[in-house]
Each structure stands twice: as C-alpha cells, then as structure tokens.
C-alpha cells in the first residue's frame, strides 16, 4: 500500500487522525471512511497496545474491501518499538510510522529502543515521521539546554530555550535515522506546540537548518472559532512562506460532533492561500444597508448548498470543476465587478435598485433574471455551466 508523496515539490497533503479505540475495529474504519470521504490524504491511528496493534490488519482489510485506500499512520508513543517488533503484520500494514523521540526511553534504552523502531522501517521501506511535541519534550534535552543557558552572561528566555530544544530534538533524531539507514526521503520531521507565535517561530528555524519534508499543526489548538483562527492564523502563515509540506488541524470537536471539520479546514487554508483547489468557491458580500432583502444571503446558502450536494458527482463526471468561481452579490456598487471576474456570477438588487438581476459568464452579461424563482434560474445556470466548461 503506497502513501501519499510528500515533500520534494508535491503539493501539500492533508492528513487527519482518528479519536476511536482502535481495538473498535468497526468504529474506526467508519471513522478513517469518513475522513478519507471528506478528503484526508493520509489518517493517522493510534496504536498503543497490542490489541490496537492486532486490530489494525484487520482495519485495512476492511477498507481495501470497501474501496478506500487512504494511507495510514501508526501512531506510537512509549512502546512502538517494542509492538513494531512483536506484531510484524502490523509493520507490513501500515504506510508509515510516527514516533515521539521524547518517549522512547531515555540514555542508552533510548538509544536502542529508537534504533529497533528505525530498523524496522527500514527494513520494510517505510516512512517516519519523527515528531517532537512540547508536552513530551525529552526532559534531559531541556534540563542540558537550560542548564547552559543559565551559565550565561545574558540568559535567554525559556520560551527560546525551549525552541531550540524542540528544533534540536527533531534535527538529531532526523540525524540518527539517517546513520541507521533512513533515506532523507523517508523522514518527515514535526515540532508541535499550541503556542502560535513560538510554533511559527520553530518552523520557520527547522525550515532554515535542514531540507526534511515538515508537518505542520499547532498543537490542542482548541475548540470552536478559537481552534479554528489559530490554526488557520498559523498555517497560513507558514504556508505563505513556503514551509510545510503536509498539515493537520488538531482541532477539539464538540461532543458528538463532526470529526471531518479538521480535514475541510486544511482544505480551506490550502484553496485560500492559492495553493491547491479542492472545491469551487462562492464570493459573496457581506451585506450592508444597500441591501436590505435577504434575498442574495438566501441565494448564497442555496448556492453553496447545492454545490456541496452535487460535488461528489461533479468530481467524478465533469473535472476541473473544482476551480468553479461563483459570485453572488446583492447591490450595484460591487456586484457587477465582482460577477464578471467570476467564472458565472449574479448581481442581485438592493435597495431601491431595479427589480431586475443582471448574469454574468465569463465576464459577459449574458441575461437577466426576474421574478420569484430567481434562485432557482440562478443554480439551473450554475449547473448547465458545469456541464458544459467541464465535460470530459
């Protein structure tokens, strides 16, 4: 089972992971089926103990038999080595492996549990991702580091200190994978924090000392629209400057909620900063005292509503579709402009305006629209554009 190319100039890849007891095996391939339904490149599944690690076989067999081939990640803290070793179906079935330097034992047992673990990756040709977490960061990495620190004349911050641990953890374990046989291709290096600023700040150092393919997240980024505009603040920042390489937003989802939301989020980071296109997008203003109907707010849901319904099947029949620009506008002042630089747009009336909805297609007015079924005008065309810009 191959995984999803990372680094090397592919596009940046979207990967997810699941909160089901892996033991559960029927929950967690309904869980993997949805995120890899909602668009998640690579699912990430905990195994930490040997009946996780016997479960997990059985997982992929149960998604290859209902068509779904996401790659999935081992996800190992404390005894991955040790399960690695004693469950070789496990290895074999897994796409890659995620270990956490920090917990893997400490001196010469870590020396030795991190060698077993990288051995058996090599051995099979599977990937790493070598991940290094503030909350588990190795504590004798960080009592050396400040310890020097304190030796100084000017001692720097603990917030920099702790960067650098981090930055030095990720670096001398990618290191130590590559004296133990690892390709430079096979290591992907992560350093989460749930700190915005400091998490910029550690990318952006890994980016300038090494060429390792880079995870970006910023760690428990929370719930809600909190979790939502860190995360989004953080990536994009990165991805804007050109580091990262594949992203997961670690967002904390409502009890019962819906776990798919971190896997658009990263899609819509992506298609916002122009660097993949997942879906089409629909412009539309804000609305103002021009526009005192809700008319084109309704439009707009109908609109967005519709395109997310017909998107599986537009996906499959007509591609290219997703590059699809929708304008819809509710007043004169910017309506026009916005609709003709859409790929089909429509200027809705504000107030006091005439009754009437100028159309436009690639960047031509092409009619009007009147009268009490205007949305539903409006989608008819929406749907025959489709058909016709992005036949096969």
């Known amino acids: 089972m191959g995984g999803a190319l990372i680094g090397g100039g592919n596009p940046v890849v979207v990967q997810s992971m699941t909160d089901t007891d892996t033991t559960d095996i029927g929950k967690t391939v309904a869980q993997v089926a949805l995120l890899a339904e909602a668009g998640s490149e690579i699912v990430r599944i905990t195994v930490n103990n040997s009946a996780a690690a016997k479960a997990v076989p ?113 670096l001398s374990s990618a290191e130590a994978a590559l004296d133990l046989g690892l390709t430079p291709n096979q290591i992907i290096i992560s350093c989460k924090l749930s700190r915005l600023p400091q998490m910029v700040a550690v990318y952006r150092e890994l980016s300038e000392k090494s060429d390792f393919a880079l995870h970006l997240g910023l760690t428990e980024a929370g719930m809600g629209q909190k979790g939502v505009v860190a995360t989004t603040s953080a990536l994009s920042v990165l991805l804007e400057q050109g580091i990262g390489d594949t992203i997961r937003a670690s967002l904390t989802p409502e009890v019962g909620g819906d776990r798919a939301k971190e896997v658009r989020l990263c899609q819509d980071i992506l298609q916002s900063v122009g660097l993949r296109r997942f879906r089409p997008a629909v412009t539309a203003c804000p609305g103002c005292g021009r526009t005192t109907s809700t008319l084109f707010r309704e439009l707009a849901q109908d609109i967005q509503t519709h395109i997310d319904d017909r998107l599986p099947e537009w996906r499959t ?76």
């Open 58 to 170: 059985e997982v992929r067999k149960r998604l290859v038999d209902s068509g779904c081939n996401v790659p999935l990640v081992g996800d190992f803290h404390f005894i991955g080595h040790r399960l690695l070793r004693d469950h070789p179906e496990l290895a074999q079935t897994l796409d890659k492996f995620r270990i956490n330097p920090g917990n893997v034992g400490r001196g010469a047992r870590h020396d030795e549990n991190f060698s077993t673990f990288i051995d058996i990756a090599k051995g099979l040709g599977k990937s790493v991702r070598i991940g290094v977490n503030a909350g588990s960061l190795a504590p004798d990495v960080m009592a050396t580091k400040m310890d020097e620190n304190s030796r100084l004349a000017m001692p720097l911050s603990s917030e920099l200190i702790e960067n650098r641990a981090m930055v030095e953890s990720a």
């Open 317 to 392: 029949r007509y591609g290219g579709s997703e590059t699809l620009q929708v304008a819809v506008m509710g007043c004169v002042v910017n309506g026009p402009g916005e609709s003709r630089a859409a790929n089909i747009g429509i200027s809705l009336p504000g107030a006091g305006e005439e009754p009437r909805a100028p159309v436009f297609v690639d960047g031509e007015r092409v009619k009007f629209l009147s009268g009490p079924n205007i949305a539903g005008d409006f989608i008819d065309m929406v749907e025959r554009y489709v058909e016709t810009t992005y036949k096969s």
